[in-house]
């Protein structure tokens, strides 16, 4: 375990130093095409099947028959149950927990809730007291769609300003809000696609996945805004190298924080599924699971991508790409330069132990090894520099 972290604290520290580097800004075409591949299934799923909602938002009757010796068989016997009194509504049939049935209806008649007790404590074999009933207006759940649907706009509106003031450009709000559009549309596609109901639970998951998935790409852009802003100073990466470099520096933070998260999200989605059945706890867990996950993607793969696009389309940018290519091929010239400077003297050296040994005890002719042995640049010069001339000997 421990040489596990120390291997993962070292990628970490590889890639915060630039030692390690994963080319996540410009292999953006490869992340833009996964999340159209995630976009189309929300699309079949929310077009197609639709959203499956609950009783809060649609209205009607809702049964919950508890502490049932029996649940064998549960859906068919609460759906024969209610359908000897011909309600003429649809019947939902689910399991809560160990001994606990719930049963939903399109709102009936009143006077007919007393007939449906009876017929289901009769059918389940429990007394009339463990039977509750329930009814839900579909008023009061076109008022809590339309409330939730308003708070999610005025929400929006206020992240715009805040993250086009805090970072002083409106295109990382653009951003940040193209990655939440995508998480939100792909969690609730996944809810519709898998048939999950969608409770006040749910819609509340959803706007708490908006803050978790907006908090991670502020922290990436904030070290984004850094390292652009130093590249504008020195010329020595584009905007998109810089903000690349940002995302390796941050994806060992955001990837912990993630499993952080996730764990005990995910604890209680298995308990919730497993032991306690449907409810607000599974519905809420469910929520939150998808969306930070997919949260998590789109703060690494989505937003900082998005970005670099829309700022390499500004004059400064092109033109701080331009410096950041004239700097990086002379320092490309200047390290092959030392590379074969170096091979060079290499060259020397093999040659020296393979011959030059001899040549150095004996001496040789042109210059071409040092009194040590040394192999020598054959342009490099031999003898004492500057010599004065000598006067030419008299003749007599």
Do not use: C
């Not at 790409?217 to 903000?243: C, I, M, P, W």
């Not at 929520?287 to 703060?299: K, N, P, Q, R, W």
């Amino acid at each position: 375990g421990e040489q596990v972290m120390s291997s993962f604290a070292e990628f970490g520290n590889d890639l915060y130093t630039g030692r390690r580097s994963f080319d996540i800004v410009g292999r953006q075409k490869l992340w833009y095409a996964v999340s159209a591949v995630l976009l189309v299934l929300a699309a079949i799923g929310l077009f197609g099947r639709h959203l499956n909602v609950g009783l809060e938002f649609r209205g009607g009757s809702e049964f919950r028959v508890s502490s049932i010796s029996n649940t064998e068989n549960f859906e068919t016997r609460g759906k024969d149950a209610v359908g000897t009194l011909d309600t003429g509504s649809d019947v939902i049939v689910t399991k809560i927990g160990t001994n606990t049935v719930r049963i939903q209806t399109e709102k009936f008649q009143s006077g007919l809730s007393d007939k449906v007790q009876a017929a289901l404590a009769n059918e389940f074999k429990v007394s009339p007291d463990k039977i509750s009933f329930s009814t839900v207006g579909a008023s009061w759940g076109q008022s809590v769609s339309q409330k939730a649907i308003t708070a999610l706009i005025w929400f929006l509106i206020l992240v715009s300003l805040v993250l086009a003031l805090y970072f002083r450009t409106w295109k990382m709000s653009v951003a940040a809000l193209i990655a939440l559009a995508h998480d939100l549309v792909i969690t609730v596609g996944i809810y519709a696609l898998a048939g999950f109901e969608v409770t006040p639970a749910s819609v509340i998951g959803f706007l708490t996945i908006l803050g978790y998935s907006l908090y991670d790409t502020v922290v990436v852009f904030d070290k984004v805004r850094e390292n652009t802003l130093e590249a504008e100073g020195n010329g020595h990466l584009s905007y998109s190298q810089a903000a690349n470099q940002a995302v390796n520096q941050t994806l060992v933070r955001s990837i912990n924080t993630s499993v952080v998260a996730l764990l005990p999200v995910a604890t209680i989605l298995v308990i919730g599924s497993r032991l306690l059945g449907p409810g607000t706890l599974l519905d809420l867990s469910l929520a939150l699971f998808v969306g930070i996950a997919v949260g998590t993607y789109s703060s690494i793969f989505i937003a900082t991508p998005v970005l670099a696009d829309l700022r390499e389309r500004e004059t400064g940018m092109q033109a701080l790409k331009k410096r950041a290519v004239r700097y990086q091929s002379a320092q490309g010239r200047k390290s092959g330069a030392d590379q074969s400077d170096e091979q060079l003297v290499r060259t020397g050296d093999q040659a020296t132990k393979g011959s030059g040994l001899q040549d150095g005890a004996h001496g040789s002719s042109g210059g071409e090894s040092s009194a040590g042995g040394r192999a020598l640049h054959p342009y490099v010069q031999t003898g004492p520099r500057n010599q004065p001339k000598r006067p030419p000997k008299s003749k007599r």
